[in-house]
């Protein structure tokens, strides 16, 4: 594996560079295409298990065995001459088989890179967690989402922004048969006031939402639940 072109440094004085993990997943795929016309970026990277060509120039993609991150000889440079980490990682129980399995592309996964990311001097990271999140929760899952949230939030990044998403809308590549049904059931169940928080929402529309605060000089820790990721509090 080899970067097809040079990287720039993270230097305020040039336009930045953005690594995105889960480049092909719902977010991750409009992510990437927003980066890509955004001004206040260069180059955008996806780190992939199989090759992902892309229309634009802008953007470089390293195919990587993520069983071996650590060992791959691409991932020092490409994360030394980053300034921003997107992770929106992530499998369902049924596509993984277990939830061991799903824990080590959710959990797992994108620890190692986060943490990598943390030591190469990536001063941005933006995460796609979970609505609901919480270490403590009895559900698999958000107890697997929760947990990551607070593993990376004692990594040593300047700009740490985790975005809490509920049910994701929009065109997939797989069939998910439950995330069909409440697509359709959710829109009309939170037309009631106090269910509006649980409204589902579009994936590009988290996607903008990242990119929006990657233009800001956010410091520390940063949420944003799902009021703040609808478009002026609304939809």
Do not use: W
């Amino acid at each position: 594996m080899s970067s097809h072109r040079t990287l720039h440094s993270n230097n305020p004085d040039v336009k930045q560079v953005a690594v995105v993990v889960g480049a092909t997943g719902l977010i991750g795929s409009s992510l990437v295409d927003q980066l890509v016309d955004s001004n206040h970026i260069h180059q955008v990277v996806t780190l992939t298990r199989r090759p992902c060509v892309h229309r634009s120039l802008k953007v470089i993609n390293e195919v990587i065995n993520f069983d071996a991150f650590f060992e791959e000889s691409v991932a020092l440079p490409v994360m030394a001459s980053a300034d921003f980490l997107f992770s929106c990682l992530g499998t369902t129980l049924k596509q993984a088989g277990s939830i061991e399995a799903q824990r080590k592309v959710d959990f797992d996964y994108q620890y190692e890179i986060a943490e990598l990311a943390s030591k190469t001097g990536i001063k941005n990271y933006l995460l796609v967690s979970s609505s609901g999140a919480n270490q403590h929760s009895g559900n698999a899952y958000l107890k697997m989402k929760g947990e990551l949230e607070e593993k990376v939030k004692s990594l040593p990044f300047e700009h740490i922004s985790i975005f809490q998403p509920s049910l994701l809308l929009g065109d997939r590549n797989d069939l998910r048969f439950g995330e069909k049904i409440g697509s359709l059931v959710l829109p009309l169940v939170c037309l009631v006031p106090f269910l509006r928080k649980y409204r589902p929402i579009q994936g590009e529309l988290v996607a903008r939402k990242m990119v929006e605060v990657s233009k800001l000089k956010n410091s520390g820790v940063n949420y944003f639940v799902l009021d703040d990721i609808f478009p002026n509090g609304t939809q």
